[in-house]
């Protein structure tokens, strides 16, 4: 445990001013600044040169009123990568996180059959990235399962654990001599929650497929970490991590219900997926596994639905991992639920009602609002839980409608590096920033209809023309500066490259 100096002073300055205090705070050389993307949401090419379906393809292909599925061509990424690399240099980012399309190059999911065209498009994005000195950082999986692999049950599947390692063993042999930073998967909490993924998986497996799944990530994840760890490490020295999603909760207002209903919030979306990783003793956490031992016995379980981890399992998991990657949007204020889920159902078991504050700005989601303070107080929970964990933010962004006028954009990312530098003054280690994401893409449920981009995308024009907003030299400016000026506007919109050639 490190000794933190200014904690007491500095949060009683945070509570009382919102980060009003005066001095330049900076970016330390060495931290990276990067964006994001995953490949359904911008390849497109999604049946060319041999590509397989994977769950998003058949959802928005099943159903008739979805027939215009948004992903068939998205931003047409599989085309425009090089324009893609040359948006990553105006920008001068150090770093890009893009995910891999399982089904691109493994078409039926397992790896007998590898798609060549398909691992061939990775090393040309790759390659593109490395001669101009970006480092890629690769998703493994992000929300795109095979279908086959679904047919079967996909992660409630306890071959699952198999199928993913065997897939991140086809990665890591093509790419890892090139690709640094791994991330094995997308918030698993996201993945799991049937709530979330109800038009793959039917209802009826509400509350039990959430924590099977859980298991059957966790295990997958750790096992590829071990597989790296032992086969391509000393080789390549690279490190592998994995997302989870963390936005801040707390109590809507401090009674004991209230600030009951935080904990269980927390525990059960990310603590899920922390405390086997991160914590000393490893396993769900025990809130998790009372509460849901308790009510499966009520509803006539005859076990609990949350399947239980061997001790060998445990330890497997346990300290599998590099860095963990925070995908941190909003905050939260919590309140124990008025009840009205389905039972079971996991958010049965979470019960807690969610709210936000009135002041806070929202953006064109509904479920995303600034609140920038929440950064800030989940990285020192995170410290003060599981010890200081090596942090990467993998995600944070603001979505927007149509325009290249985006002043809260702006505003939100200032705000949130700002908070960020207060974290790491505090003690937080970060290793970089990601910007979610480079270019509007299709906000899966929402089309495209939600905008996150530092760049434009123009849907309607076949090339899927790129144009920068004036947040990304809002952004270029904090790259380049390394320190945050709040209220900077660039004069005019002209963007231009600014990331040398490297020597190869
Ligand atoms: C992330 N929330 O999902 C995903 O990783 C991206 O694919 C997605 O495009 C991006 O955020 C924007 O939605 C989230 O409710 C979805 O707090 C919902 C939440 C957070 C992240």
């Not at 399309?101 to 398909?118: A, Q």
């Not at 086959?148 to 093509?174: K, T």
């Not at 936005?247 to 904990?263: I, Q």
């Not at 530098?421 to 979610?436: H, K, N, R």
């Amino acid at each position: 445990m490190r000794v933190i100096l200014s904690t007491g002073i500095l949060s009683l300055l945070v509570a009382v001013s919102g980060f009003s205090d005066n001095s330049v705070r900076r970016f330390k050389d060495g931290f990276l600044f990067g964006t994001a993307s995953a490949a359904y949401q911008v390849e497109g090419a999604w049946n060319e040169d041999g590509k397989g379906q994977s769950v998003w393809d058949h959802h928005f292909h099943s159903d008739p009123e979805l027939w215009s599925a948004p992903g068939d061509v998205a931003s047409d990424s599989y085309h425009n990568y090089k324009r893609d690399v040359e948006m990553l240099r105006e920008l001068g980012v150090d770093v890009y996180r893009f995910s891999i399309s399982w089904t691109r190059v493994l078409p039926g999911g397992f790896s007998s059959m590898k798609n060549e065209p398909g691992l061939q498009y990775y090393d040309s994005l790759i390659d593109e990235l490395l001669k101009h000195n970006i480092q890629p950082m690769v998703t493994m999986y992000h929300f795109d399962l095979p279908m086959v692999l679904q047919h079967l049950g996909g992660w409630a599947n306890p071959y699952s654990i198999e199928w993913f390692e065997d897939y991140a063993r086809v990665l890591f042999d093509r790419y890892a001599s090139k690709v640094k930073y791994w991330i094995t998967i997308n918030q698993p909490n996201s993945v799991c929650e049937v709530e979330n993924f109800e038009n793959h998986l039917p209802k009826s497996t509400k509350g039990v497929m959430d924590y099977l799944c859980a298991k059957h990530v966790l295990l997958a994840h750790a096992r590829t970490y071990r597989m790296y760890e032992k086969e391509y490490k000393k080789k390549y020295g690279g490190s592998v991590g994995i997302s989870i999603s963390v936005n801040w909760a707390e109590p809507a207002t401090n009674t004991t219900e209230n600030v009951e209903a935080a904990e269980i919030y927390r525990e059960f979306t990310y603590g899920m997926y922390l405390n086997p990783i991160w914590s000393k003793s490893g396993d769900f956490p025990k809130l998790v596994k009372d509460r849901v031992a308790k009510k499966s016995k009520e509803q006539g379980f005859v076990r609990s639905r949350l399947p239980s981890l061997t001790k060998d399992d445990i330890k497997l998991i346990k300290g599998s991992a590099d860095f963990l990657g925070l995908n941190h949007y909003t905050t939260f204020l919590t309140s124990p639920s008025k009840g009205g889920h389905p039972v079971p159902s996991f958010a049965d078991d979470v019960s807690v009602d969610l709210t936000t504050k009135e002041e806070w700005k929202q953006s064109h989601s509904a479920w995303l609002k600034s609140a920038p303070y929440g950064l800030y107080k989940a990285c020192l929970h995170l410290n003060k839980r599981y010890d200081y964990p090596t942090i990467f933010i993998t995600e944070n962004g603001w979505s927007t409608d149509k325009g290249l006028q985006d002043p809260s954009r702006s505003e939100y990312i200032q705000q949130y590096l700002k908070a960020l530098l207060f974290a790491i003054e505090d003690g937080t280690e970060v290793l970089g920033y990601i910007y979610w994401s480079l270019m509007d893409n299709v906000e899966w449920m929402a089309g495209t209809s939600e905008r996150f981009g530092l760049y434009e995308v123009d849907f309607d024009s076949p090339e899927r023309t790129r144009t920068a907003r004036q947040s990304a030299l809002v952004y270029k400016r904090i790259i380049q500066k390394r320190v945050v000026e709040e209220g900077w506007k660039p004069n005019n919109l002209k963007i231009t490259v600014s990331k040398v050639k490297t020597e190869l």
